[in-house]
């Protein structure tokens, strides 16, 4: 009798020689089960073989690849801690991760061996190739090893992942994932998204976030569903893929670029179930658009690198365009005071906290900052602004740090944004604050005007009077032909605020509308 291995044993070990189809490749050809769990066999030897036991790191910056997502497998099988890295991060960027988290073995595309060697081996890291197409020499110390693997015991509370947060502030912080994390989390959404084995998931998700990896990953392969599994979002093999697809989890820039594509039609929609939406806020405007072209109303919902998924619109049931939707069963989610920590009443604006199974176990080797964010008694300090409606409806409007208070008066940049996203010709808008001498700060907005319109920017301040309090208002636009995001499509406010920091720097008072 084997020994318990929770993720394993819930997400890989039903399907072990299975035949039935798992991954959908580009080119058309398709991967089964039984070949995924023979890799993940072969690589957890590999990994074995490179010095790794239970708890040890593995560090993985590779193209996305049914290799890539056997890696994932076989730490799961060998007991090992998974640490995807951005695939966009440098040389230099790296040396922080590696050195904070001390994996024993690094994965890197061929093309950036030469530049990590020298960062691998100052960290006493062995580091090992792994291209998009499934060669290199990780792939070849793999070449011929067993295809079983005796997996390792793992218990609910050991670690299965380390994800470094975005953090646009300070250092970056490792989140502990456990096993019981990851699983509570998965069993929640395949109910809460009516997954089955007769779904097919289109994934062009990064698989280095806990977007792509876990919530797309691993609730297909509790469902027994099969996969799409495109190496990044394309909208001409998203479009070929829709037709055969029952469902989709993205990014907003997804349903963006669709939608600015003539293709997109309830046709081309007719046999998807179910569209998802999270990692970046998804505009009402966009919501409402998606609806009006293709009949399907986009479920968005909201979660973290710290806690998996928090809150979800109802598959059945009102999806609200603006709101994250209801805290998902066995998730508390509250809305405190962020000076006080007491508890607000519904309807009040306030810090989003949360708690339960899915909620991370700390911040890797940061314990004071754990203290920080996590409080004793379990619930997690998100650094979120929002507020839940009577029905429990949840509205995000904004990081805390995001937040602007303007002589004294707070100002929630989604509010302000809402009102600019509605006037013709803009896009989309980003509101910031920056340093005022009088006011201590003052919004900014950036507009990204729609293609071909130059937006009248004496016309939008005019539209605003009407809707929003003087102190609300911007008291100076910029025009950008587009807004800066990371990869998961969130708007990087900090380098906004840093860009447009001097603007208000000569006004003595005087404050321009």
């Not at 990064?206 to 469902?223: C, D, E, K, Q, R």
């Not at 006011?439 to 005019?462: F, H, K, S, T």
């Amino acid at each position: 009798m084997a020994m318990a291995n929770p993720l394993y044993d819930a997400l890989l070990a039903p399907h072990e020689g299975s035949g039935r189809v798992f991954l959908h490749l580009p080119g058309g050809g398709t991967l089964s089960h039984a070949a995924f769990g023979r890799m993940a066999a072969r690589f957890a030897h590999a990994i074995r073989a490179a010095g790794l036991g239970p708890g040890d790191r593995l560090a993985v910056q590779v193209d996305k690849s049914p290799e890539a997502l056997a890696v994932y497998a076989a730490c799961l099988r060998a007991g090992v801690v998974l640490l995807p890295l951005n695939t966009g991060y440098t040389a230099a960027e790296l040396a922080y991760f590696l050195a904070d988290a001390e994996p024993k073995l690094v994965l890197c595309d061929p093309a950036a061996e030469a530049a990590l060697r020298p960062v691998a081996s100052a960290q006493g890291a062995a580091l090992m190739t792994l291209d998009a197409d499934g060669t290199g020499s990780f792939a070849d110390a793999a070449q011929g090893l067993p295809e079983r693997f005796d997996t390792a015991p793992r218990k609910d509370g050991d670690l299965a992942a380390l994800l470094y947060t975005s953090g646009t502030t300070g250092r970056s912080k490792g989140a502990m994932l456990t096993q019981a994390n990851l699983l509570s989390n998965a069993r929640v959404l395949v109910e809460a998204w009516a997954f089955t084995p007769r779904d097919l998931l289109l994934h062009a998700l990064p698989i280095f976030h806990t977007h792509g990896l876990f919530v797309a990953s691993n609730t297909a392969l509790l469902a027994g569903a099969e996969m799409i599994f495109l190496p990044r979002f394309d909208v001409d093999a998203v479009v070929k893929a829709l037709p055969r697809a029952t469902a989709m989890m993205g990014v907003p820039t997804f349903y963006t670029r669709l939608l600015d594509d003539a293709r997109l039609t309830p046709e081309l929609a007719a046999g998807m179930r179910l569209f998802v939406s999270g990692s970046a806020p998804l505009l009402a405007e966009t919501h409402r658009r998606f609806e009006a072209r293709t009949g399907h109303i986009i479920l968005e919902r909201y979660g973290m690198t710290e806690t998996n998924m928090n809150t979800s619109n109802p598959y059945a049931g009102a999806r609200r365009p603006g709101t994250v939707g209801l805290p998902l069963p066995g998730v508390e989610l509250k809305v405190t005071d962020p000076e006080t920590g007491a508890e607000l009443p519904r309807g009040e604006i306030g810090m989003i906290e949360v708690r339960g199974p899915n909620v991370f176990a700390g911040y890797w080797r940061m314990p004071d900052k754990t203290r920080e964010e996590l409080r004793e008694d379990g619930f997690f300090i998100t650094g979120d602004l929002g507020v839940q409606g009577a029905d429990g409806y949840v509205q995000i409007v904004g990081r805390g740090k995001d937040l602007i208070i303007s002589g004294g008066f707070n100002i929630y940049p989604k509010e302000v944004e809402e009102a600019l996203d509605t006037l013709p010709g803009i896009r989309e808008s980003a509101v910031i604050g920056v340093p005022h001498p009088d006011l201590g700060e003052a919004a900014l907005a950036v507009l990204v005007p729609e293609p071909g319109a130059e937006p009248d920017l004496a016309a939008a301040a005019g539209a605003l009077e009407d809707n929003l309090a003087r102190f609300k208002r911007p008291r100076h636009y910029e025009i950008l032909p587009e807004l800066p995001r990371n990869t998961m499509g969130k708007v990087q406010k900090a380098a906004l605020r840093e860009r447009f920091a001097g603007t208000f720097a000569g006004d003595g008072g005087s404050g321009a509308a």
